[in-house]
């Protein structure tokens, strides 16, 4: 606690002297078949990440398929053209390597993590599965019950995740987003291998995936190794995708749920836009100092105000979600206090809003989100793993990494009247989706 309460007074301290920081010692390039290859230089420590990230998520499944690219995620660890069930595993964990892989909205990534000089390897055997899946079915449907299972235990089985899953869905209407990144339970248990083969292919081309290096790499080594290993994998036709565009107020939502839960919750989200759909940038970086005002910290609102002074809620967070693709979400979210009415809490965490939208937020405010994102800028760098992240992240919202470099310098020309601007405009009903979770009655539990 001492060390970051340290670093943010330094950095307070910095951000009014507006300084310039060195730029990542990173490098990026694109081979002819279309793949893009990001390599992140940090030679502290003998390590390595190797990520491949594809532009391919729940958010781009048909009716039906829902779930398939989380499906099509568990079968890349399965057969290849030349490695059978369980190879993949065995020759990581031989050379002292860790794995994984994971689906979100917008995108499907694997990763591993060795000594470096294991950099040939990792990136031999992600090439293998960019281009020689091969899908048993005996194997699929037994893999397509482990699949409904996690959902059971994940989802089904957890009343808050449920909550959440509900939620989501009136949360951003009429998109891939609507639907859960595991998918319906009715679609998993009728995936046919079909199914997956078709996405693969769609999907799984190097004219639509990044590849991220980072650690303690030779960037001559690493192009070498990526003519190697990826030069001559076919490029293929992607399914064409509109032009993001901000998505118009779909109307105040509200849902009413009782489940299993031991504390009554609150889910509020609105609509807004993304780094790329809003008009004008200017909005996205207010949007993200709105929500560090209201939650960042011991000082920040929503901890002063609705847990420490008027103690209605047990917990309480706000964030937004604008790295995206399309449009991003600002969302609240509390756990009641014993006694306290869901509509208490509702009613004051709109005043919060409603002050803000009215009044601007103070310069020392927006000096303590500055200098959060800073510190946390900082703290950031000491992983490896979390900078092939960022990288990844960046490339799949088709955002150039550099923005993550000058995001403080973009926050310092954000004023107190930005912000303001920022509640009214965007925090308003008709762009608001608002759930109540309560336990179930004695009555419902019988």
């Known amino acids: ?37 990001l390599v992140r230089e940090d030679h502290r420590a003998p390590v390595i990440t190797v990520m491949v990230w594809y532009r391919v998520g729940s958010i781009d499944e048909p009716a039906g398929m829902t779930g398939i690219s989380h499906m099509l995620e568990h079968m890349l660890f399965k057969h290849t053209k030349h490695m059978s069930p369980g190879d993949f595993a065995e020759i990581v964990a031989r050379h002292g390597g860790r794995m994984n892989a994971f ?19 990792a990136l031999e055997l992600e090439a293998e599965r960019m281009q020689h899946l091969q899908l048993d079915a005996d194997e699929f449907h037994r893999e397509a019950k482990v699949v409904h299972e996690e959902r059971r235990q994940r989802t089904d089985d957890n009343p808050n995740a449920l909550a959440w899953e509900k939620f989501g869905a009136i949360l951003r209407p009429g998109t891939g987003y609507a639907h859960p990144v595991i998918g319906w339970e009715r679609d998993i248990v009728a995936y046919q291998p079909s199914q997956a083969q078709d996405w693969y292919h769609r999907w799984y081309s190097p004219n639509n995936a990044v590849v991220v290096v980072a650690g303690d790499v030779d960037p001559a080594e ?12 076919p490029a293929r036709t992607v399914p064409h995708r509109p032009a993001p565009r901000l998505a118009p107020a779909a109307g105040e939502r509200r849902l009413r749920l009782s489940l299993p839960v031991q504390v009554p919750s609150l889910y509020i989200g609105w609509n807004v836009p993304s780094i790329n759909t809003a008009d004008n940038d200017k909005d996205f970086y207010a949007l993200m100092m709105l929500a560090g005002v209201l939650d960042g910290g011991q000082s920040a609102r929503i901890e002063r105000n609705i847990i420490r002074e008027q103690r209605l809620a047990a917990g309480a967070s706000v964030g ?12 609240m979210s509390a756990s009641a206090n014993p006694n306290v009415p869901l509509a208490r ?58 923005l993550s470099e000058a995001l403080p310098e973009k926050l310092a020309t954000i004023t107190p009247e930005d912000v303001s601007a920022a509640a009214k405009k ?11 979770v309560e336990p179930l009655t004695q009555q419902e539990e019988k």
């Open 222 to 233: 690493v192009k070498q190794l990526m003519q190697r290993y990826y030069a001559d994998i």
């Open 426 to 436: 965007w925090l308003i009903p008709e762009r608001s989706a608002t759930a109540y």
């Open 345 to 402: 809490i509702e009613e004051q965490l709109l005043a919060e809003i409603n002050t803000l939208a009215s009044t601007p937020p103070s310069q020392e405010e927006l000096q303590r989100v500055r200098a959060q994102v800073l510190a946390s800028n900082v703290y950031k760098q000491d992983s490896v793993f979390g900078q092939a992240m960022e990288l990844g992240a960046y490339a799949m919202a088709n955002v150039p990494w550099q």
């Open 103 to 121: 689906t979100s909205y917008e995108y499907t990534g694997y990763y591993q993590e060795y000594e470096a000089s294991r950099l040939p390897l």
């Open 1 to 37: 606690m001492l060390r970051t309460l340290m670093l943010l007074s330094l950095l307070t301290s910095l951000l009014l002297s507006t300084p310039t920081f060195a730029s990542p010692n990173t490098h990026s390039y694109e081979l002819d078949n279309g793949l893009q290859v």
């Open 320 to 331: 937004y979600q604008g790295l995206a693709r399309e449009d991003g979400v600002f969302i």
